[in-house]
């Protein structure tokens, strides 16, 4: 499958909230790294400090030639394949807005943890709450939002939850506002994402604390392989 870019681009531009996501994720990023469809590269700017070991898989053919240019100058592994077709393990695999693009995500999943070394982590990361599924979301090939339950029903042989928890509190807030009253709106503005990254998510990482993680408009996923 071949996603638009568009999206891509702009959110590339959402550098609080990278940063925001990476301070959650980092104590479970270890050695041998796996990001599954790491798009144009945005998020593993923010971690590839942590190791030499990494393997970034992009389905699409124009990401995957993008990502392979931008770290031309890096000893990684690029992968244009499925999950399953990489005959390697790992210490950590990484599906960060990821997951919804995959319609058989249980399976996807389950070949997942088969990837993982033990004690490795596997860290989701997918927007929430069913209800909230929009124009947009369809545009980009979100098969689905998810909500809590899916996660708590799952059953991975071989794992123990880590974290399972809501995040972006004020991200939530203004996704339903967007939904509500730009309807036919299929991407956020350049503006919008400026206003929510440089303003809200700062906001935003105070707030989710004082609510515990109660809620948000993404949900932060943690197994650790045992």
């Known amino acids: 499958m071949e996603y638009l870019g568009k ?15 990476y301070s959650h994720i980092k104590k479970y990023i270890k050695k041998s790294i796996l990001e599954v469809g790491a798009g144009i590269g945005s998020f593993t700017t923010n971690y ?26 890096k000893k990684y592994f ?22 919804e693009h ?10 997942a943890v088969n990837k993982l070394k033990k004690n490795g982590f ?3 990361l997918v927007p929430a709450h069913s209800k909230l599924y929009s124009k947009f979301d369809k545009a980009v090939g979100h098969h689905k939002r998810y909500d809590l339950e899916f996660f708590k029903k799952l059953k991975l042989k071989g794992t123990k939850l880590e974290k399972l928890y809501f995040l972006d509190f004020f991200g939530y807030i203004l996704y339903y506002v967007n939904k509500v009253f730009f309807k ?26 004082l609510l515990l993680y109660k809620f948000g408009k993404n949900i932060l ?3 650790k392989k045992v």
């Open 7 to 21: 999206e891509l681009e702009n959110f590339d531009k959402a550098v609080i909230w990278r940063l925001y996501i």
């Open 48 to 73: 590839m400090h942590l190791s030499k070991d990494i393997t970034l898989t992009e389905i699409d053919r124009n990401n995957f030639l993008f990502i392979k240019k931008k770290f031309k100058n």
């Open 78 to 99: 690029f992968f244009n394949k499925e999950t399953q077709k990489i005959n390697k393990k790992f210490d950590s695999i990484m599906y960060l807005n990821v997951l």
């Open 102 to 111: 995959i319609k058989e995500d249980k399976k996807e999943l389950k070949n």
């Open 122 to 124: 596997l860290i989701i």
């Open 184 to 209: 036919n709106e299929t991407y956020p503005s350049s503006f919008k994402i400026f206003i929510w990254d440089k303003i809200f998510t700062p906001a935003t990482m105070i707030l989710d604390k």
């Open 221 to 223: 996923f943690i197994l």
